[in-house]
C-alpha cells in the first residue's frame, strides 16, 4: 500500500518557498546584519532538502536538472573570480570595493564587489550540501 | 684546474666511454683501451720524482665549494707520490692481467673496467687531495667501487654476502671518520690537510682532539682491516683475482696505512695514538698470520696474509710515531720505524700482487684454489712456480728478496720498542718483539703452504676439472714484472731509498726535518753483522722449518678455537640479531591499530606541552579580568557537561549521536549568549547536517557484528584523556592570564562600515578583510563534496566489477 502524503507534499510547497525566501532575504542581509553566503547557502540547500524528502530523486531530478557539482564550481570560479578581477584592475588580489547608486525602483543602494565573493560563498555551500546529501541518498546501500 | 686534477679525474672520463668502446668495438678486448690510462698516469707522475726528491711539493688549487671551505686541493709529496705510483702502475699491470684472465665473451667487461677505472680515480683522489672532506668524498667512492667489484659475479650468493660485508663495514668507517674530519675542522676552522698540520702543536689540549683521533682511527682501521675489522677482506676474496691484487692486496686496503701515515704528524706524540696504532698493528699481525696457516683456500692464505702485513706496517707506524718524541738523529732508532714501514709497504704492494696474480693462474688453469686438490704444479707450471717461490720467500721474509730487508727493519723497530722508556712502556716490554716473533713464525709457516702444497707433492690430476698447462705469456708479463721488483729492490734497496722512501718519510714526519737536513738519510744495507734481527730471522726459519714439517701434528689446536668466539660469528649472528631486534622494537609500537597511535601523540602532547609548562614555569592564572557569570552561562555549562558525559557513557550508539546533538545545539546556545548570531545559526544549521549524517551511518551498520555495549574502560585511556584535558586547560587559563599585546579587534570595529561598508564585522572580516581564508574554505568544502562523491561512486563501480 502507498502511503498516502498528500499533507507533507501540500505543506512542502507553501513552506520549502517561505524558506527559500528567508534564505535569500538572509543572504542579502549578510553585509550589515547576521547572515551572509554561508548560512543563506546551508538555508536554500535545506529547503531543497524539504522538497526532495516530500517527493522522491526522479520527480525532483525533472524539475530541478541541475548537476550541484557543477553549481560547487561556478560557486568557487565566482569567489576567484572577485579575486582575479581586482588583479585585472590593477589592485591586490581580493581587494573589494562598494559604491552608492541611485537605482531604477530600490532607490539608493549599496552595490559591493564583496557580494559577489559572497555569491560565490553561497554557491559553493548549496552545491556542496546538495552533491553530498544526494551520493549519500541515490547510495542504495 | 691543472693536469694534476686532470690525472684524478682521467680515469672518471675515460670511465664514460668504457661501455661505448666495449659495444662498438667488440672485437678488441675491452682492457686494451683500460690499459693506457694508468699507463699514461704513472708515466706523468713518474717526472714528479725529481722535484720531490729535491724538497719541492707541487700543491694546485681547485676551488670547489669555497663558501664552506671545501676546495679540490691536489697536493703531492713524497708520501702522496709514493702511493699514486703504486696505484697507477700495479693498476697498469693488473689491467694486462685481467685482459688475459676475463674472457671477452663471457664476462661483462664494459662493467668491470667502469668500476675498476671509478676505483682507480677514486684512489688516487684520496691519496692526493689536501682537502679533508674532498678526501672523503673520494674515500667513500673506493668503497662503493669496491663494493661493486667485489659483486661483479653478482648471480653467485657469496659474492654478495662479501660485498655487503665489505660496504657495511667500511663505510661505517667512513662515517666515523667523517665525524673525525669534522671534528677536526671545529678544532682548526680549516678542512686543509696542510694547514692543520701547521696548527698541531697548538691544538693537543682542545677536547675535540682526542675524540677525532679516535674517529679517525676507526676509519683507518676499517679500511685496511685491522683487528677486530678484518672480516670482511677473507670474504672479498669472491671478488675476481686482478680485483683481489689491486684492491685487496696493494692498494685500497693501504688506504687505512695512507690516513695514518698522513695523520703523523698531527696526533704523534700522543700517548694514545702511539699505543692504539701498535698494538692493534701487532694484535693484528698475530691474528693474520695465526689464521692464515688454517685455510685451506689459497686467496683466503693470501687474504689473512695481507691482513697481517697490514697489521705489521700499521704496527712500525705506531712505534715510528715515538721518533716524534725523541728528535731525529742519524741513524736514530726511532725513524727506522717509519722507514721501515714504508718500505715495507712497497715490497707488501710487488710480492703481494705478483702473489695473487699466480693464484689467479693457478686457479684459471686448474679450475681450484683448494691446496687439499692442488699439488706438483711445478714442473707443469715452471715460471709461476718461480715466481711463487719468489714471492713467498719475500713474503716470509728470507734473504735475498726484499721482504727480508723490511722484516729486519721491522724487528729493528720492535727491539727498539723493548727499550722504549716512554708512554709507560717498560711495563710492557717485551710483547712486541714476542708477538712479532711468533707472527713471523706463522708467516713463514703458511708461506711455504702457499708454494709447497701446491707446487710440489703428488700431482692428483683426478681432482681437477681440467687439464693444467702453463698459463700464456700476456698472463705471465704482469707478476714478472712483479717478481723482478721484488729482486731488484732485494739487491739494489738504495735505488729507492732516496728517491721515493725518503720524501715519503719526510711527508710522515715532517717536524723532525730540521732546516739544513730536507731529507732523512736511508741507507739500507743487506748485511749489518751478526745482529739480534739476524738471530731472530734464522730462528724464524729454523722453528718454522720444523712446524711447517710438523703441520699435521699439531693444526688440530684450530680446532680447539670454538666457532663461536670467532668474529665472523659475531658479525653475523650481530646482523641476525640487529635485523631481528628493529623488527621486535618496530612490531612493539607499530601495532597497526589506531588507537594506539592515538595513544603515542597524546600522550606525546602531554609530555612536551605539560613539560615545557613545568621547565619554563609558565602556568599562571588570573582571574582580575574575566568577566562575571551569569545564570545563563552556568546552566548552559551544566547541559554541556551532561551531553558530554551522556556520549561518553551511552550505552547505545543512538544515545551517543543524541548527546553529541544536545552538545552542539547548546554550543548554539552559547553563541547566542555570547552573541554571535552568525556563528549561532551556522551552529545550528551544521549541527543538525552532522547529525544526519551520523544517524545515516548508524542506520548501515552492518547486522551481524552488531555491539551495544559500553565503552570498554581502560586506564591508560582513563589517564591520557585526563591529562589532555588538563593540558588544555591549564594552557588555555595561562594563555587567558597573560595578555601581552592589545587585540586588533579595535580597527576592524572602526573600519569595517567605513571602508569595507559594511555592518556586519563578521561576514566582513569573512568576505574582505580575510577573503582569502574564506576563499579557501569553500574549496575545502568543494574538494570534499567531491570526495563523498568519489567515494561512493567508486564504491559502486568496484561492486559491479566484482
Known sequence: MKINDVIVQTITKIVSFIILTFAVYIFFAGHHNPGGGFIGGLMTAGALVLLYLAFDLETMRKIIPVDYKIITALGLLMALGTGIGAILLGYPFLSHTFDYKDLFILGETELATALLFDIGVYLTVIGVTMTILLTIGEDDY | ?802
Open chain 2, 1 to 802: 684546474m691543472s693536469i694534476l686534477h686532470l690525472v684524478v679525474l682521467a680515469p672518471f672520463i675515460f670511465a664514460i666511454f668504457v661501455p661505448f668502446l666495449h659495444k662498438y668495438l667488440r672485437h678488441i678486448h675491452t682492457g686494451w683501451f683500460v690499459f693506457i690510462v694508468p699507463v699514461l698516469l704513472f708515466s706523468y707522475l713518474v717526472q714528479f720524482i725529481q722535484p720531490v726528491m729535491n724538497g719541492q711539493h707541487i700543491h694546485k688549487v681547485l676551488p670547489w665549494m669555497p663558501s664552506i671551505g671545501v676546495s679540490f686541493n691536489v697536493y703531492v709529496d713524497g708520501l702522496g707520490l709514493l702511493f699514486s705510483l703504486l696505484i697507477t702502475g700495479i693498476g697498469a699491470l693488473v689491467v694486462l692481467y685481467s685482459i688475459y684472465y676475463l674472457s671477452k665473451e663471457k664476462e661483462a667487461l664494459n662493467s668491470f673496467y667502469v668500476y675498476l677505472l671509478m676505483f682507480m680515480g677514486a684512489m688516487l683522489g684520496v691519496v692526493l687531495s689536501d682537502n679533508l672532506i674532498v678526501l672523503y668524498v673520494f674515500w667513500e667512492l673506493t668503497s662503493l667501487a669496491s663494493f661493486l667489484l667485489i659483486a661483479y659475479w653478482y648471480h653467485r650468493e657469496k659474492s654478495r654476502y662479501g660485498a655487503q660485508k665489505s660496504m657495511l663495514i667500511t663505510v661505517s668507517g667512513g662515517f666515523a671518520m667523517l665525524a673525525g674530519f669534522v671534528s677536526l675542522y671545529l678544532i682548526t676552522d680549516t678542512f686543509s690537510i696542510r694547514e692543520i698540520i701547521a696548527q698541531a702543536p697548538d691544538i693537543t689540549g682542545h677536547a675535540l682532539f682526542l675524540p677525532a683521533m679516535l674517529l679517525i682511527l676507526a676509519g683507518a682501521f676499517t679500511k685496511s682491516a685491522q683487528f677486530p675489522f678484518h672480516i670482511w677482506l677473507p670474504d672479498a676474496m669472491e671478488a675476481p683475482t686482478p680485483v683481489s691484487a689491486y684492491l685487496h692486496s696493494a692498494t685500497m686496503v693501504k688506504a687505512g696505512i695512507y690516513l695514518v701515515a698522513r695523520m703523523t704528524p698531527i696526533f704523534s706524540g700522543q700517548a694514545e695514538w702511539f699505543w692504539i696504532i701498535s698494538l692493534f698493528g701487532i694484535v693484528t699481525l698475530f691474528w693474520g698470520s695465526f689464521s692464515a696457516v688454517k685455510q685451506t683456500d689459497l686467496k683466503s692464505i693470501l687474504a689473512f696474509s695481507t691482513v697481517s702485513q697490514l697489521g705489521m706496517i700499521m704496527c712500525l707506524l705506531g712505534l715510528g710515531s715515538a721518533a716524534v718524541h725523541f728528535g731525529y738523529e742519524e741513524g736514530s732508532f726511532y725513524s727506522v720505524a717509519v722507514v721501515a714501514a714504508v718500505f715495507h709497504l712497497i715490497n707488501h704492494a710487488t710480492f703481494k700482487g705478483s702473489l695473487f696474480m699466480v693464484v689467479g693462474i693457478v686457479d684459471h688453469e686448474t679450475g681450484t684454489r683448494d691446496i687439499r686438490k692442488l699439488g706438483g704444479l711445478m714442473t707443469l707450471m715452471p715460471i709461476t712456480f718461480t715466481l711463487a717461490v719468489i714471492g713467498a720467500f719475500s713474503m716470509a721474509g728470507l734473504p735475498p728478496f726484499n721482504g727480508f730487508l723490511s722484516k729486519e727493519m721491522f724487528f729493528t723497530g720492535v727491539l727498539n720498542a723493548s727499550t722504549l722508556d716512554i708512554f709507560n712502556m717498560e711495563t710492557w716490554t717485551y710483547l712486541f718483539p714476542v708477538l712479532a716473533w711468533i707472527a713471523s713464525v706463522f708467516t713463514f709457516i703458511y708461506s711455504m703452504v702457499l708454494v709447497f702444497r701446491t707446487f710440489t707433492g703428488q700431482f692428483q690430476p683426478e681432482k681437477l676439472e681440467t687439464k693444467p698447462h702453463e698459463a700464456p705469456l700476456g698472463m705471465l708479463i704482469p707478476p714478472v714484472i712483479l717478481a723482478s721488483l721484488v729482486l731488484i729492490i732485494g739487491f739494489f734497496p738504495n735505488l729507492l731509498s732516496k728517491s721515493i722512501i725518503e720524501p715519503a718519510t719526510a711527508s710522515i714526519l715532517p717536524t723532525l726535518l730540521g732546516p739544513e737536513n730536507s731529507y732523512f738519510k736511508v741507507d739500507i744495507y743487506f748485511w749489518h753483522g751478526f745482529n739480534a734481527e739476524l738471530f731472530m730471522t734464522m730462528g724464524v726459519i729454523g722453528v718454522g722449518t720444523l712446524m711447517f714439517i710438523g703441520l699435521h701434528r699439531w693444526s688440530g689446536v684450530y680446532d680447539l678455537f670454538p666457532k663461536r668466539l670467532a668474529l665472523n660469528h659475531f658479525y653475523d649472528q650481530g646482523l641476525v640479531q640487529l635485523e631481528r631486534l628493529s623488527e621486535k622494537v618496530t612490531r612493539i609500537h607499530m601495532t597497526g591499530f589506531i588507537r594506539d597511535y592515538l595513544v603515542y601523540i597524546f600522550a606525546f602532547f602531554i609530555l612536551l606541552l605539560l613539560g615545557s609548562l613545568y621547565t619554563f614555569n609558565a602556568f599562571t592564572y588570573d582571574f582580575e579580568h574575566t568577566a562575571d557569570i551569569g545564570i545563563f552561562e552556568v546552566i548552559l555549562s551544566l547541559v554541556m557537561v551532561a551531553g558530554a558525559l551522556g556520549v561518553v557513557f551511552a550505552r547505545k550508539r543512538i544515545t551517543a549521536i543524541i548527546s553529541i546533538g544536545v552538545v552542539g545545539y547548546v554550543l548554539a546556545l552559547f553563541f547566542v549568549v555570547f552573541r554571535a548570531p552568525d556563528l549561532a545559526l551556522t551552529q545550528l544549521v551544521v549541527e543538525t547536517v552532522s547529525v544526519a549524517l551520523f544517524l545515516l551511518c548508524f542506520y548501515h551498520l552492518p547486522v551481524l557484528k552488531v555491539e551495544k555495549n559500553t565503552v570498554p574502560f581502560k586506564l591508560t585511556n582513563l589517564i591520557i584523556s585526563v591529562g589532555v584535558g588538563l593540558t588544555v586547560t591549564l594552557i588555555a587559563l595561562s594563555a587567558n592570564a597573560t595578555r601581552l599585546f592589545e587585540p586588533i579587534s579595535e580597527y576592524f570595529i572602526e573600519a569595517s562600515y567605513k571602508e569595507a561598508g559594511g555592518k556586519n564585522m563578521v561576514n566582513v572580516i569573512l568576505v574582505d578583510f580575510r577573503g582569502f581564508d574564506t576563499l579557501l574554505e569553500i574549496l575545502v568544502l568543494g574538494i570534499a563534496a567531491l570526495g563523498v562523491y568519489t567515494l561512493v561512486k567508486l564504491r559502486l563501480a568496484r561492486r559491479d566489477e566484482a
